[in-house]
């Protein structure tokens, strides 16, 4: 059973467009929600986050909005960078618990 | 300052053999998991411990997976035997306790003919 899923497994935009990644999560347990971003042949860095309690963080060019009712996420790229090309990974973690649950990646490919 | 260090960062063996994965967290992390990326499934959770204890083990997939952590700077993970179905790539991630941000090792690419 996902509890979170990526339904796009890619995604590709134009240079200096907006990226727009999603992400639904079913458990309404979640209230902390993660980004994370993975180049090839390296570890998940991490990105950005927000807290249940907010609907919105930005930081920089990357924001995330939260919207609690539909269990629904997503990550705004603005402006996309060939550099931003990557796959990201939405996470999710329950009130108490020290477990990341993660969805299975969204591929983005940004072209010059 | 060092992140996550795992060791090997690839493995190619032969079914049934015995493959260890070693991990050294972030010093001063108190919690440490243990994770494997396969193209079905996704990032998937093994295993996580906290001061060294394991706390939760229901990611491991059968009585073959086994992970210990020994000390504070140190954990393995062991397939004995290994099957091909087990290739994938294992990641380690540590962090302080009851923060949210995870930090990954590179990750160790397991090959199983």
């Known amino acids: 059973d996902q509890q979170v899923k990526q339904n796009s497994p890619s995604l590709s935009v134009q240079e200096g467009r907006i990226s727009i990644l999603n992400c639904d999560y079913t458990n309404s347990m979640f209230d902390y929600f993660l980004w994370y971003k993975k180049y090839p042949a390296e570890g998940p860095t991490f990105l950005i986050s927000i807290s249940s309690i907010k609907d919105k963080n930005e930081d920089g060019r990357f924001t995330v909005f939260l919207n609690k009712s539909a269990k629904h996420l997503s990550l705004h790229i603005v402006p996309s960078q060939p550099g931003d090309s990557a796959v990201y990974f939405c996470?999710?973690?329950?009130?108490?618990?020290?477990?990341?649950?993660f969805g299975k990646g969204t591929k983005l490919t940004v072209n010059p | 300052d060092a992140g996550v260090i795992q060791s090997p960062r690839h493995e190619v063996t032969e079914m049934g053999q015995e493959v260890t994965l070693r991990c050294k967290p972030i010093?001063?992390?108190?919690?440490l998991f243990w994770y494997r990326q396969t193209m079905m499934r996704g990032l998937e959770l093994l295993i996580y411990f906290n001061n060294n204890v394991p706390i939760d083990d229901s990611g491991m997939p059968e009585d073959r997976f086994s992970a210990k952590m020994p000390n504070a700077s140190f954990s393995t993970l062991k397939i004995q035997p290994s099957e091909p179905r087990d290739s994938a790539v294992y990641f380690c991630a540590s962090k302080w306790a009851n923060t949210g941000e995870l930090f990954f090792g590179e990750g160790s690419r397991l090959t199983v003919l």
């Open positions: 996470a999710a973690r329950r009130s108490g618990s020290e477990k990341l649950v």
């Open positions: 010093s001063g992390h108190n919690s």
